[in-house]
Antibody
Framework: QITLKESGPTLVKPTQILTLTCSFSGFSLSTTGVGVGWIRQPPGKGLEWLGIIYWDDDKRYSPSLKGRLSITKDTSKNHVVLTLTNVDPVDTATYYC?????????????WGQGTMVTVSS | EIVLAQSPGTLSLSPGERATLSCRASQTIDSRYLAWYQQKPGQAPRLLIYGASSRTTGVADRFSGSGSGTDFTLTISRLEPEDFAVYYCHHYGSSPQTFGQGTKVEIK
């Protein structure tokens, strides 16, 4: 059974660094083809893809974040970490991590419950 | 970047009716990498369809996906009360991946 859970601060001040952790179980991020993605959703708005890290440590990011985003993994701890620098109130959103399947479906087939982050002074 | 435009923005229908949701891509995409998700208030999205037309395990067969090239469709053959939600299409064949802006299916 695959589960994911996001954790981190609920309130961050503008210009600070946001760090979120995705803790998962039921799969290994060292298995060929597996990935963990990050998606966010501002209050009342749609989904925005942020980035993804793959089993081989390949990483892809949304160009809209202009180099502010970094995603890393700790395979031994079953963690993926999102780091977003120089945050702004427009970064206020629910942040989700999601499992990218490695066979059949390569879409996001399992999602965390999400964590709401507010950027405000 | 591939832009996905969903229409309509809101669909007002009654239980038992048929829902047809559209997702149009700004350029041709490989249908193997087009997905549909359902999201209810306060919940994470749920994968319904991947590869444009394959239902995920446990998804009711009243949900079906079709399409190719730039035009994709999610059809709900007979709306059940639990189907009223927001639906998103998602392109994941190349980076950056993108989501459509969503279609809300509401009770008429």
């Amino acid at each position: 059974q695959i589960t994911l859970k996001e954790s981190g601060p609920t309130l961050v001040k503008p210009t600070q660094i946001l760090t979120l952790t995705c803790s998962f179980s039921g799969f290994s991020l060292s298995t060929t083809g597996v990935g963990v993605g990050w998606i966010r959703q501002p209050p009342g708005k749609g989904l925005e893809w942020l980035g993804i890290i793959y089993w081989d440590d390949d990483k892809r990011y949304s160009p809209s974040l202009k180099g502010r985003l970094s995603i890393t993994k700790d395979t031994s701890k079953n963690h993926v970490v999102l780091t977003l620098t120089n945050v702004d109130p427009v970064d206020t959103a629910t942040y989700y991590c999601a499992h990218r399947g490695s066979s059949g479906s390569y879409a996001f087939d399992f999602w965390g419950q999400g964590t709401m982050v507010t950027v405000s002074s | 970047e591939i832009v996905l435009a969903q229409s309509p923005g809101t669909l007002s229908l009654s239980p038992g009716e048929r829902a047809t949701l559209s997702c149009r891509a700004s350029q041709t995409i490989d249908s193997r990498y087009l997905a549909w998700y359902q999201q209810k208030p306060g919940q994470a999205p749920r994968l319904l369809i991947y590869g444009a037309s394959s239902r995920t395990t446990g998804v009711a067969d009243r949900f079906s996906g079709s399409g190719s090239g730039t035009d994709f469709t999610l059809t709900i053959s007979r709306l059940e009360p639990e189907d009223f939600a927001v639906y998103y299409c998602h392109h994941y064949g190349s980076s950056p991946q993108t989501f459509g802006q969503g279609t809300k299916v509401e009770i008429k």
